[in-house]
């Protein structure tokens, strides 16, 4: 099939990397979310993607919560997940895209792996029990597209973003995960004069990507990787709990009351991803310094205050 338009077409575009991808606005893009089609659904899926015919695809539809809905959910989060990756793919190949990008995350790897997490041990044993449904089916798009390779030939490609923040995050202070979690909190501390109370030793570690990196890493990825296996998004740069609150505190001038509070867990001392294959195919990608990135994220999340999600 030719097709001489070069459209880009980005699923999941309402979401946090959707909207990053929007602010680089590359040239002939079409951007679909939720409201605009329910991809579970084969048929809408494939009669959408034969009208507009892209070329190229960015697939990040995906159903996903927070460590709380992703363990109750566990069969629904598998379920829709699976049919939206599914029915993506196979629309794809059936237009005849040359070229989709996928995404994964690190948190679903084997729970009991060596470290750095590496592209090539995403299979090597199952994941954390809180995310089972959600990690098997995000797994099977490393499964599809490389059976589609197989036998079609199809330049079906992953991605693996290691924690994203930035704007558009989901800033809820119970479910949210740390960036955005601490914000918030320290918003509300300074609204009412309260301690700012951060969850555990402030101890552990974490590597975190700026939602920017990844949408110029997303359209680098579209024009220069094309193998089989993943590619690690990670700058490999990792900063402790505490440093990361001393960079928020000081990203929202918070003067007040820093407290730690044991009782609330820690989680694993450290999950570090292994940056090297970015590295060898991309070295001179510039990661946004987190001093910036967070500063970024403050401005727009005082900026769009209370309408963002939360
Ligand atoms: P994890 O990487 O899967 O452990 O996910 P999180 O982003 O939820 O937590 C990362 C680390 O930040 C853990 O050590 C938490 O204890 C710590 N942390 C400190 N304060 C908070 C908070 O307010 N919310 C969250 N989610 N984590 C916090």
């Excluded at 695809?57 to 363990?71: C, E, K, P, Q, Y």
């Excluded at 924690?163 to 300074?190: C, Q, R, T, W």
Aim: a neutral charge; glycine letters at 8%.
């Amino acid at each position: 099939m030719t097709n001489q338009n070069n459209i880009l077409l980005v699923t999941g575009a309402d979401g946090m990397v959707g909207s990053a991808i929007r602010r680089l606005d590359p040239p002939n893009t079409v951007y679909l979310g939720h409201k605009d089609l329910d991809l579970a659904d084969f048929e809408k899926c494939k009669k959408v993607f034969g009208e507009i015919k892209p070329t190229r695809v960015i697939h990040l539809a995906a159903v996903v919560g927070g460590i709380g809905g992703n363990t109750i959910h566990s069969g629904e989060f598998f379920r829709q997940n699976v049919m939206i990756n599914v029915n993506t793919l196979e629309a794809a190949r059936l237009v005849g895209v040359k070229k989709l990008l996928s995404f994964m995350s690190t948190c679903i790897f084997p729970a009991q792996c060596d470290y750095p997490l590496n592209e090539k041990d995403l299979h090597k044993g199952p994941p954390h029990p809180s995310n089972f449904g959600y990690a098997y089916a995000k797994r099977m798009l490393e499964v599809q597209s490389s059976a589609y390779r197989k036998e079609w030939g199809c330049d079906f490609i992953v991605g693996i973003p290691t924690n994203i923040y930035g704007p558009n995050d989901y800033f809820n202070i119970e479910d949210g995960h740390v960036m955005p979690s601490l914000i918030h909190k320290i918003y509300l501390a300074k609204k009412n004069g309260t301690d700012f109370s951060v969850w555990g030793s402030g101890q552990p570690l974490r590597e975190f990507v700026y939602v920017d990196d990844i949408a110029k890493l997303a359209l680098w990825a579209l024009n220069n990787y094309t193998e089989d296996s993943p590619i690690i998004f990670t700058s490999g740069n990792e900063i402790s709990i505490k440093d990361l609150v001393g960079l928020v505190a000081k990203a929202m001038n918070f003067t007040g009351n820093i407290v730690y509070d044991s009782t609330k867990p820690d989680g694993q001392f450290r999950k570090p991803s292994d940056g090297s294959k970015l590295k060898k195919y991309y070295p001179d990608f510039v990661f946004t310094p987190i001093e910036d990135g967070i500063q970024k994220t403050v401005d727009w999340f005082l900026a769009n205050y209370p309408n963002v999600r939360k």
